[in-house]
């Protein structure tokens, strides 16, 4: 983790210095949704839906090359069932589960024309996420790491040595745009790169495909 946030801090910087020397620098707000695959050891992977928003400052180098640094906010929220999660069980515990995080791509983007008022966009680059929230909210009554929780009981998956899940995680993917004037158009997918649960018997990982519209300053 100490290695993962010292990339970020230096990314960020970098990011920092490119903004200060780009007056051509486009601002890109957005939202849109995505499709998150867990999968956990051999166990099958179970889909979750959820949405984002946030903003992109899209920096460029030379001819259609740039780079993008963003800040985006990852909202997951819904119902679940211990059974969903088969021998991976603990980490489904039956109720609502809530999830916010905040992501801060680094995306490398090359720019192609298509005219007066369009153009087709790929890029690729690293995320670094850090959770802000993940709790279940327990329906019955169930026994977690030895600890009886009862229905109603709020579960903080964040929480110290009773926690499950680790609030910072490292993914990388890329993805198309399609430009018509100021509105973009994406699609990506995006791979963690990070085992996002404290388990020496799991590694877990979480896999996103995520389409979204956005608008640029």
């Not at 905040?102 to 720019?111: D, G, I, K, M």
């Not at 680059?125 to 030895?146: L, R, W, Y």
């Not at 579960?155 to 430009?179: A, K, L, P, Q, T």
């Amino acid at each position: 983790m100490t290695i993962m946030k010292k990339i970020f801090a230096t990314l960020l910087a970098v990011s920092m210095m490119l903004i200060g020397t780009r007056a051509s620098a486009q601002m890109v707000t957005g939202a849109g949704y995505f499709f998150a695959s867990e999968k956990a050891g051999n166990s099958e992977a179970v889909a979750h839906h959820g949405f984002y928003l946030g903003a992109s400052y899209n920096i460029p180098i030379v001819a259609g090359l740039g780079v993008a640094p963003g800040l985006y906010l990852d909202m997951l929220v819904y119902g679940k069932t211990a059974a969903s999660g088969g021998s991976w069980a603990n980490y489904y515990l039956a109720g609502r589960y809530r999830e916010f995080a905040v992501n801060v791509p680094v995306n490398v983007n090359y720019r192609f024309g298509l005219g007066d008022n369009a153009a087709l966009l790929v890029y690729a680059g690293p995320t670094f996420q850090v959770g802000i929230a993940s709790t279940t909210t327990v329906s019955g009554e169930v026994k977690i790491f030895g600890i009886m929780a009862s229905d109603g009981t709020e579960f903080n998956h964040y929480n110290g040595d009773n926690g499950d899940r680790n609030r910072f995680n490292m993914s990388v993917g890329g993805g198309i745009g399609f430009e018509v004037g100021d509105l973009l158009f994406t699609v990506g997918y995006d791979r963690s790169l990070l085992n996002y649960v404290k388990s020496d018997d799991y590694t877990a990982a979480r896999n996103m495909i995520k389409a979204g519209i956005n608008f640029a300053f």
